[in-house]
């Protein structure tokens, strides 16, 4: 079984570090037909950009090309939309659920208090990040809670699928973040997503923290500690895609 993984939302930084990076979405041909893990800006988020999503482009430089929302890779992959079965979301931040309204039948696989969190009040500047339209469809949701398992040292939770997948909470850069684990081979693919930048030499600790949460030094050692694993973050440079992503 293959696995794809996929740049679906360029944003290229101007400050404080001038980086050109994407947004990593992977689709994972599975027991259970296609799983997506986020899925960056949705059609509609092209169509008729909103408000958050117009402020982003302000702040960093977007290309803002249709072509990235996911549904048209995967098309472009040779699947139809609707092959993509289940939906699993690191958080649901725009940049990274966007695009549930173009797979209305798969099921989200998302934290519980990540859910939360995105359905309940207002309680920090970073949760106007989440875009309630993109759930305006009613998606059947599968919603996990941290059980003690573990994956290597992590609190982990089992996903339901093959090859095997664990959601690996990592909170603070939202309520309810988590990584996502894949097994590949005699290895790990791992996406911490956006709690950490481990490849980012040149950021600050404290910006590290206060956007990301406390969770990078701890990922760095890990990946130093486990050339096995494969560990990716969600805004990797485009550089990375060209070279790597296609692994
Ligand atoms: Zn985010």
Redesign the pocket.
């Known amino acids: 079984m293959s696995m794809h993984i996929l740049n679906c939302f360029t944003c290229n930084a101007r400050w404080p570090l001038k980086l050109k990076t994407g947004t990593v979405c992977t689709l994972v041909e599975t027991n259970q037909g296609l799983v997506l893990v986020d899925t960056g800006l949705g059609l509609d988020d092209y169509a008729h950009p909103p408000g958050m999503v117009n402020l982003f482009r302000v702040i960093f430089s977007v290309p803002f090309e249709r072509r990235e929302a996911a549904a048209n890779q995967v098309k472009s992959l040779g699947f139809r939309p609707e092959d993509v079965r289940h939906i699993v979301l690191t ?1 649901m ?1 725009f ?2 659920c966007g695009g549930l309204p173009d797979f209305p039948r798969a099921r989200v696989h998302v934290h519980r208090r990540e859910h939360e969190a995105f359905t309940g009040r207002m309680r920090r500047w970073t949760d106007l ?1 989440y875009l309630r339209r993109h759930i305006a469809h009613k998606p059947e949701w599968v919603l996990y809670d941290t059980t003690g398992e573990k994956w290597y040292d992590f609190d982990a939770i089992h996903l339901p699928f093959e090859p095997e997948m664990w959601l690996v909470p990592l909170h603070g ?2 309520w309810g ?1 988590c990584g996502v684990a894949v097994k590949q081979g005699d290895g790990w693919y791992f996406n911490a997503a ?1 709690a950490g930048a481990v490849y980012n030499d040149s950021a600050p600790a404290w910006l590290i923290r206060l956007v990301l949460g406390p969770h990078d030094g701890r990922l760095r050692q890990f990946m130093k500690a486990h050339p096995e694993v494969r560990m990716v973050t ?1 805004h990797m440079e485009l550089d990375w895609f060209e070279k790597e992503g296609s692994k």
Do not use: F
């Open positions: 958080h931040h940049d990274h990040a850069h939202t973040h956006d969600s």
